[in-house]
């Protein structure tokens, strides 16, 4: 017997905890594709419930709630708001684009045309909303304000193809998985560059020699993911 399946045989004969009612369960519907997708249409229906709702000042208000820890004078804290925008999206686009990488070197996104058509996809995205905003705001104080609506929400797209499962095409899936973020990294980089009041060249400066430094470790042969991790 191997050393894994007698660990598991082992585990199995562990006596059942009443916590195990609980937890099977749980990791059994994460384990469904579509359960990503029916959190999120959950969570925002309740969103979208309490933002509409008489306890819509209380709702925002725990987004505001602060959060982090304190040694001594020291202080590194953050609202649950920020925690979320700058920690968990920045793990959700460094996942998704770790897919989006796989099929540009292994799958069907290696092939020029098939890139070429998501990202031609992306711009339509981005410049049709603009000219549709800019039709109805022109002349108004929002027309400045264009660029805002060019981005595609990549979690909403993602939770739709994992609702949809296997009934959709592989293809279909990586199109839209790349058109969402082609059309993201756009957007960004408009809002970025024409809504900000300064640029932070110290931080792009580490930034870039963050890359350069992924990059020499990549061609010298480092496999092991922590390195990668620390780098990033």
């Given at each position: 017997?191997?050393?894994?399946?007698?660990?598991?045989?082992?585990?199995a004969r562990?006596?059942?905890?009443?916590?195990?009612?609980?937890?099977?369960?749980?990791?059994?519907?994460?384990?469904?594709?579509?359960?990503?997708?029916?959190?999120?249409?959950?969570?925002?229906?309740?969103?979208?419930?309490?933002?509409?709702?008489?306890?819509?000042?209380?709702?925002?208000?725990?987004?505001?709630?602060?959060?982090?820890?304190?040694?001594?004078?020291?202080?590194?804290?953050?609202?649950?708001?920020?925690?979320?925008?700058?920690?968990?999206?920045?793990?959700?686009?460094?996942?998704?684009?770790?897919?989006?990488?796989?099929?540009?070197?292994?799958?069907?996104?290696?092939?020029?045309?098939?890139?070429?058509?998501?990202?031609?996809?992306?711009?339509?995205?981005?410049?049709?909303?603009?000219?549709?905003?800019?039709?109805?705001?022109?002349?108004?104080?929002?027309?400045?304000?264009?660029?805002?609506?060019?981005?595609?929400?990549?979690?909403?797209?993602?939770?739709?193809?994992?609702?949809?499962?296997?009934?959709?095409?592989?293809?279909?899936?990586?199109?839209?998985?790349?058109?969402?973020?082609?059309?993201?990294?756009?957007?960004?980089?408009?809002?970025?560059?024409?809504?900000?009041?300064?640029?932070?060249?110290?931080?792009?400066?580490?930034?870039?020699?963050?890359?350069?430094?992924i990059r020499?470790m990549a061609?010298?042969?480092?496999?092991?993911?922590?390195?990668?991790?620390?780098?990033?």
């Amino acid at each position: 017997m191997l050393p894994d399946q007698q660990t598991d045989s082992e585990a199995a004969r562990l006596p059942k905890e009443n916590i195990d009612r609980l937890t099977k369960p749980f990791v059994r519907f994460l384990h469904i594709q579509s359960a990503s997708g029916a959190i999120l249409l959950l969570f925002t229906v309740a969103a979208l419930f309490l933002s509409n709702s008489p306890w819509a000042d209380a709702f925002e208000h725990v987004w505001e709630t602060r959060v982090g820890f304190q040694l001594g004078s020291f202080e590194f804290g953050r609202s649950l708001r920020e925690w979320i925008n700058d920690g968990l999206m920045t793990l959700f686009f460094f996942l998704v684009a770790l897919e989006l990488k796989r099929e540009l070197i292994l799958g069907e996104l290696n092939k020029p045309r098939m890139a070429a058509l998501s990202i031609a996809a992306a711009l339509g995205g981005m410049m049709v909303p603009a000219a549709i905003f800019l039709a109805l705001q022109s002349g108004q104080a929002g027309q400045h304000g264009w660029g805002t609506v060019m981005a595609t929400d990549t979690a909403f797209v993602i939770g739709c193809l994992a609702l949809l499962g296997s009934r959709i095409p592989k293809s279909l899936r990586v199109f839209m998985l790349s058109l969402a973020i082609f059309d993201d990294i756009g957007a960004i980089l408009v809002v970025a560059i024409g809504y900000s009041n300064n640029i932070i060249w110290v931080a792009l400066a580490v930034a870039v020699l963050g890359i350069v430094v992924i990059r020499a470790m990549a061609m010298l042969g480092f496999r092991g993911f922590p390195f990668y991790f620390l780098v990033g």
